[in-house]
């Protein structure tokens, strides 16, 4: 999700310096045999620009390999600015703001980009049956939660806002560029999805300009394009989901793939011993305790993978799984909080678990009981 407006310039270099401390932390790392593939070839196909940028409220690295490495990474800049603007919650500017403001008054004129992220976000919280729904938008204001802080809303407070969350309120029409929101006082999140589109828009840059080997890292969702320039796979890492230090419980190997994780460790606050997470689940109103305390989906395009991992972090191990494995192209690593390790039929034998990891268990393909 965007970074917030307002008070955002006062806070901007604050917000840097925690995301840069997170990106140590964060969802994946690129294994170091990638940073380091292919520097000392001269090759111009080799050649590697290694760019970051702070965007879209978080980190995001871009590897480029090839000739047009240089420009293809600053368009991607460009382009994810551009994306921000139409979607961020806090600008008096931005589309989803517009469109916020006018539930239940009117329709709203949308961007291409703004109208496929709803069409899609929608197309998920279907499938999912509300476990992820883009209207949740009035309880994440509710709670408040970025790292280290947040509120606690009282249940009438929650009871009262349920009945503004519902994806069916949120009418598309693809054709016309517009959409609306059926109820005063709903309004739209696009923070689990909207990364996700992000980064498949990296990938049609790169392709443009002809590059055949680069990732892309937004802030824990990564995006690869071909292979390492060696011919190799990319290595990406898991996060351990209770070692802050960024250690990995292990590692899969993707080409032409994209790999995002939602998380309980990602952006919570602790109370009484409690810990309060960011996830939302949109049916009950509060954090999801679904038994899982992460969950990672593989892919193809990143905007799925990004709507599919919080989908399936609140259906939980059984039902998240039965939908992954639904889906074609689609597969997961879920991880629940006795610290079981499951992965979905087409990564058996492909996961390679962490032997350090000894909190762990990997138990390998999910069966239903």
Same mark, same amino acid.
């Given at each position: 999700?965007?970074a917030?407006?307002g008070?955002?310039?006062s806070?901007k270099n ?8 997170s990106?140590a932390i ?8 990638n940073?380091?593939s292919g520097?000392?070839n001269?090759?111009a196909?080799?050649k590697?620009?290694?760019k ?7 980190v ?8 047009n490495g240089?420009i ?13 603007k139409r979607?961020?919650?806090?600008s008096?500017?931005?589309e989803?703001?517009?469109l ?5 008054k009117?329709?709203?004129?949308l961007s291409?980009?703004t ?10 919280? /279907?499938l999912?049956?509300? $476990?992820?729904d883009?209207?949740? #938008?009035?309880l !994440?204001?509710a709670? =408040? +939660?970025?790292? &280290?802080?947040g509120?606690?809303?009282?249940d009438?407070?929650i009871k009262?806002?349920?009945?503004l ?8 029409? /693809?054709?016309k560029?517009? $959409?609306?929101?059926?109820?005063? #006082?709903q309004? !739209?999140?696009?923070? =689990? +999805?909207a990364? &996700?589109?992000?980064g ?5 840059i ?7 080997s680069?990732?892309?890292n ?5 995006v ?11 290595r ?13 419980v292990?590692?899969i190997?993707v080409?032409?793939?994209?790999v995002?994780?939602s998380?309980d460790?990602?952006?919570y606050?602790e ?5 309060y997470?960011?996830?939302?689940d ?5 954090p999801?305790?679904s ?10 395009l ?31 690593i879920?991880?629940t909080?006795?610290k ?6 087409g990564?058996?034998g492909?996961?390679n ?13 999910y069966?239903?009981?």
């Amino acid at each position: 999700m965007a970074a917030k407006r307002g008070k955002y310039l006062s806070f901007k270099n604050i917000i840097f310096v925690f995301a840069v401390l997170s990106f140590a932390i964060m969802i994946f790392f690129i294994a170091k045999d990638n940073i380091t593939s292919g520097l000392n070839n001269e090759n111009a196909e080799n050649k590697v620009v290694k760019k970051q940028s702070f965007l879209m409220g978080t980190v995001i690295t871009q590897q480029v390999y090839g000739a047009n490495g240089e420009i293809a990474a600053d368009e991607v800049v460009r382009r994810l600015e551009e994306i921000e603007k139409r979607v961020t919650l806090n600008s008096a500017d931005s589309e989803i703001y517009m469109l916020n403001e006018m539930a239940g008054k009117g329709t709203v004129s949308l961007s291409k980009d703004t109208i496929y992220i709803l069409s899609v976000a929608k197309k998920y919280a /279907e499938l999912s049956n509300g $476990a992820f729904d883009p209207t949740v #938008g009035p309880l !994440v204001k509710a709670w =408040g +939660i970025s790292p &280290g802080s947040g509120r606690i809303p009282g249940d009438e407070e929650i009871k009262s806002l349920l009945p503004l969350i519902d994806f069916n309120d949120l009418i598309i029409d /693809e054709e016309k560029l517009t $959409a609306r929101l059926e109820k005063a #006082g709903q309004s !739209v999140d696009l923070g =689990g +999805i909207a990364k &996700g589109y992000a980064g498949d828009e990296a990938i049609r840059i790169y392709r443009e300009y002809g590059i055949e080997s680069a990732y892309i890292n937004l802030g824990g969702n990564v995006v690869t394009l071909g292979n390492k320039p060696d011919g190799s796979p990319w290595r990406i890492g898991v996060q351990n989901p209770r070692d802050i230090t960024g250690n990995y419980v292990g590692i899969i190997e993707v080409s032409n793939k994209t790999v995002v994780t939602s998380g309980d460790y990602e952006r919570y606050f602790e109370r009484d011993g409690k810990r309060y997470h960011h996830i939302i689940d949109p049916r009950t109103g509060y954090p999801s305790e679904s038994g899982l305390i992460s969950a990672t989906i593989v892919c193809d395009l990143s905007i799925d993978a990004d709507a599919l991992s919080t989908s399936v972090f609140v259906l939980g191990l059984e039902k998240g799984m039965e939908l992954v494995e639904k889906l074609e192209g689609v597969e997961a690593i879920l991880i629940t909080n006795d610290k079981n390790i499951y992965v979905s039929s087409g990564l058996e034998g492909k996961f390679n678990f962490n032997e350090k990891a000894t909190d762990f268990k990997y138990v390998g393909k999910y069966n239903r009981q």
